[in-house]
């Protein structure tokens, strides 16, 4: 079991910043896939950014650039840095751990960003 806590949402202007969160707890944090994704109303959720448990990086066309997804393992903690924030950004921002043996998924509660001016 892992339990997850996103926090670092909230409401920035266009062209602005914001660092994520995702505290993990419950199990061996170091092995597990670690993803960031978003779903805005009406929308699917999407995938964007995802980090290996070995660091490797992939990240949604849409935030190439700008975002910058990391963890540090000694804290069981997975940032996403956003710079150059878009209206289109706007989105509930879920935390997502995959255990990458029997690929079970495991979701935090969500936070709001929201790009306005």
């Known amino acids: 079991q892992v339990q997850l806590v996103e926090s670092g949402g909230g409401l920035v202007q266009p062209g602005g910043s914001l660092r994520l969160s995702c505290a993990a707890s419950?199990?061996?944090?170091?092995?597990?896939?670690m993803g960031w994704y978003r779903q805005a109303p009406g929308n699917q959720r999407e995938l964007v950014a995802g980090i290996t448990n070995g660091g490797s990086t992939n990240y949604a066309d849409s935030v190439k650039g700008r975002f910058t997804i990391s963890r540090d393992n000694a804290k069981n903690t997975v940032y996403l840095q956003m710079n150059s924030l878009k209206p289109e950004d706007t989105a509930v921002y879920y935390c997502?751990?995959?255990?990458?043996?029997?690929?079970?998924?495991?979701w935090g509660q969500g936070t709001q960003v929201t790009v306005s001016s």
């Open positions: 419950g199990s061996i944090f170091s092995i597990y896939f």
């Open positions: 997502n751990a995959r255990n990458p043996i029997n690929r079970h998924d495991y």
